[in-house]
């Protein structure tokens, strides 16, 4: 008697998958770039202060640590498919409660819930890109990235024309509609997912043992990790009104970190731990930056529209670029395409801050800070997946949480202090007479500041009102200059370790099983952008 063939294994569709990992990413790219777009309603209808904004621009970042690192630790347990059912889930609902905000709470609300989601999709999408494509992983996962840039464009400009449309509707009412426009996205990758195979991590193929995955990620990984997310914890209790005890906080990083390092008894690979420090750096040079440049660039430029479309310009540059991430590092190497963009960003956010309203020159020093941003983030997750394979979709993830971790509790609110208080400086040094009409006391985690009331703004007579406006555009570009020490520092991070690989006989990629570690195969060295 014939015995029954067993159940043939379910093909993965490698395309579709990618694809809707791709239009996941697009989704958390709409969030960003609409909010972007809406945060001076926001400020208006709500009465925010700038460093309010930024609260509200880190919840719309760091929550995603909370989430991408801790379904790291579960997510090949619970399956990368469950993982998306929440993610979708979770962008919806931040969607209806964002929509339906009342105040500056319920706003954080929804943006941490977003946040949140987001999380969960780069927890998936990272490993599986990186599993699929292993022998071209950096490759491939900046074409994955590229849906990041290539979201803030199309969303960008969907916001944009749906405001040029002559609808007479409120701006409450407006902001609405540009905020919905973050379902169409989120709809497209639930439809492409739905019900497809995901491939098993390559540390679990390997039988790397969950232990060993813990080992390298290592204890002053841990300890890192921890001190972001109890900071994130104490935005959101300020942010509700909560005092938080400096003592609670210490036993909230000192317990799990201790517990931690009883188990794995590892301090962790010293250069990952570098790599996380200079997460802080880059996510907010990158990530930072955008969540204030349409803003800044708006007002100096007098034009709303403007600042969104120097954001949607640099975020459009990013994505063409990406696709060609392969063939760059062939030549350079990963970690010398960071230390090129490094340098590039830097050049670019001082132009930036020296520009003026000249749009000519606004243009060029985009370009530059624009092609000196696009590489970061996903050469970043290629050189740890290919650096540290035994972390598996810890490590890979954890780079990423904490350089979200770190911009949202710390750069985008830096970032709003900074313009708080340079505004303040400036009206000091240029109208002492008004400042003490527009401004008004507040305190925050970083210290008390003084910021711009916007009631009390409104309420100088025309000619005041144009002596503070030019004062406030004008710190508010210098701020770039601040920034632009950040990429300088993250450029002598990468000149120090090309160093270190030189000295090792140059830069290869670490592999568990299965194929060689050399050339072409993982620095991405493809002919063409993508493959069909």
């Known amino acids: 008697m014939a015995t029954a063939a067993a159940p043939a294994t379910p093909e993965i569709h490698r395309g579709r998958v990618f ?156 902001w609405r509609l540009k905020m919905a426009l973050v379902a169409l996205p989120t709809v497209a990758y639930g439809i492409l997912l739905f019900g497809q195979r995901f491939p098993v991590q390559e540390r679990v193929a390997a039988g790397v043992s969950y232990l060993e995955m813990l080992s390298e990620f290592g204890t002053a990984s841990c300890l890192i990790t921890c001190a972001l997310l109890v900071t994130g914890l104490n935005q959101i209790l300020e942010v509700f009104g909560i005092a938080f005890p400096l003592w609670l906080a210490a036993v909230l990083v000192v317990v799990p970190t201790a517990l931690f390092a009883a188990v794995v008894r590892s301090f962790g690979r010293p250069m990952f731990v570098l790599l996380l420090l200079v997460m802080f750096l880059l996510a907010t040079t990158e990530l930072g930056t955008d969540s204030w440049i349409a803003d800044i660039m708006g007002s100096v430029l007098q034009s709303e529209n403007a600042g969104d479309l120097v954001l949607v310009y640099t975020s459009l540059i990013m994505f063409v670029l990406r696709f060609f991430a392969g063939p760059i590092v062939h030549v350079i190497s990963p970690l010398g395409l960071l230390a090129v963009s490094a340098a590039l960003a830097t050049v670019g956010l001082v132009s930036l801050s020296y520009a003026g309203a000249a749009a000519g020159m606004v243009f060029v020093a985009a370009t530059i800070y624009g092609v000196g941003k696009t590489f970061f983030w996903p050469t970043t997750l290629g050189v740890v997946s290919e650096q540290f394979p035994k972390g598996g979709a810890l490590t890979l993830n954890a780079i990423a949480g904490v350089g979200m971790l770190a911009v949202g509790t710390l750069g985008n609110p830096l970032i709003g202090m900074l313009q708080d208080r340079s ?110």
């Open 19 to 174: 694809l809707g990992c791709f239009m996941a990413l697009v989704a958390t790219a709409f969030g960003f770039i609409i909010r972007a777009t809406i945060i001076d309603d926001w400020r208006v209808q709500f009465n925010l202060s700038q460093t309010q904004i930024g609260y509200i621009q880190g919840a719309g970042l760091y929550p995603f640590a909370i989430s991408i690192i801790l379904f790291s630790l579960v997510v090949d347990s619970i399956g990368y498919g469950v993982s998306m059912i929440f993610a979708f889930v979770g962008h919806l609902l931040s969607l209806v409660i964002t929509l339906t905000a009342r105040d500056f709470a319920q706003l954080y609300a929804g943006q941490f819930l977003f946040a949140l989601s987001n999380g969960v999709v780069e927890a998936v999408i990272n490993p599986v890109v990186a599993t699929m494509y292993e022998k071209e992983k950096t490759h491939y996962l900046n074409i994955l990235h590229a849906g990041w840039p290539g979201g803030l464009v199309l969303g960008g400009l969907l916001a944009l024309l749906l405001g040029a449309v002559p609808l007479d509707v409120s701006t409450a009412v407006m």
């Open 423 to 532: 505004i303040d400086r400036l009206l000091a040094e240029r109208a002492p007479e008004l400042r003490e009409k527009v401004l008004v006391e507040k305190s925050a985690m970083l210290g008390k500041y003084y910021a711009l009331d916007e009631k009390k703004l409104g309420s100088l007579p025309p000619q005041q009102r144009k002596k503070v406006d030019a004062i406030v555009r004008e710190a508010r570009q210098a701020t770039l200059r601040q920034i632009a020490v950040l990429p300088a520092i993250m450029f002598i991070c990468y000149v120090g370790l090309i160093v270190y690989f030189i000295q090792r006989g140059g830069y290869q990629a670490q592999v568990l099983t299965g194929h060689s570690a050399e050339d072409e195969e993982f620095v991405g060295g493809t002919e063409g952008p993508i493959e069909g």
